[in-house]
């Protein structure tokens, strides 16, 4: 993509409205360009800012202070890591395929430490399907020596009912594929449980289920160890 980025395609793309061909194509044109990197991350802070403009209620008689993630959000830690991976190069090649990890890939999660965070935040059935699909195909792949892959699937947001034990199906599935895969680590974010718990949300999570505080913290932590990341 070598054209003029719009405004209307940076906002398509901060509300994951992009498909999978525009995405990959201006993912790689992000990557490349540090001046368009510096307008997405302001886009999405300013999209937080204006969710953030009705302050969730705490205590009676008050309101409680947001901390530092929940105050700028999602978008704006996904900035974040959108800067951490461009400099490090899991960026750039990540063809969004709907249900599989593209060939080239895996290929190259193999060659560079066989270690990979997925991360979803849609709670919809398709991207849940979708995450479960390119979790089982990881844990099923070997590295160049011959290693299974260390596999993360990190759920925040809404992605947290994939995790949850009051879908019966859905629980039978999980449990399954990590019984198949013990190399698979299922992972939820404790910030947007307690989320979920003020809105009258109660959250009970299947027994294979490790939660962390922050997924964001989580992924950026791996990232800093050379774990290649993908988003779902």
């Given at each position: 993509m070598n054209r003029e980025v719009s405004d209307e395609l940076l906002n398509a793309f901060a509300d994951n409205e992009l498909d999978g061909a525009e995405k990959a194509e201006l993912l790689e044109q992000i990557a490349a360009d540090e001046r368009l990197r510096a307008k997405v991350c302001e886009t999405w802070h300013l999209k937080e800012l204006v969710r953030s403009a009705h302050p969730l209620v705490g205590k009676p008689g008050g309101r409680r202070k947001p901390d530092r993630w929940r105050m700028f959000g999602l978008p704006l830690a996904a900035c974040l890591l959108l800067m951490v991976g461009a400099g490090s190069g899991w960026l750039a090649h990540e063809q969004y395929d709907e249900s599989w990890i593209p060939g080239a890939e895996l290929r190259t999660i193999q060659a560079k430490?066989?270690?990979?965070?997925?991360?979803?935040v849609s709670g919809?059935?398709?991207?849940?399907?979708?995450?479960?699909r390119k979790a089982e195909q990881l844990a099923s792949a070997r590295d160049r020596e011959g290693g299974i892959l260390q596999v993360e699937l990190v759920a925040n947001g809404t992605g947290i009912r994939m995790l949850q034990s009051g879908n019966a199906q859905?629980?039978?599935?999980?449990?399954?594929?990590?019984?198949?895969?013990?190399n698979l680590k299922l992972i939820a974010c404790n910030e947007a449980m307690n989320r979920m718990r003020e809105r009258g949300v109660e959250v009970t999570l299947l027994p294979e289920v490790d939660v962390v505080p922050s997924a964001i913290e989580e992924i950026a932590t791996r990232l800093n160890q050379g774990w290649r990341y993908l988003q779902v």
């Open positions: 430490g066989g270690r990979v965070v997925l991360h979803l919809e059935p398709i991207e849940i399907d979708k995450a479960l859905l629980a039978a599935r999980v449990a399954t594929i990590r019984a198949r895969h013990h």
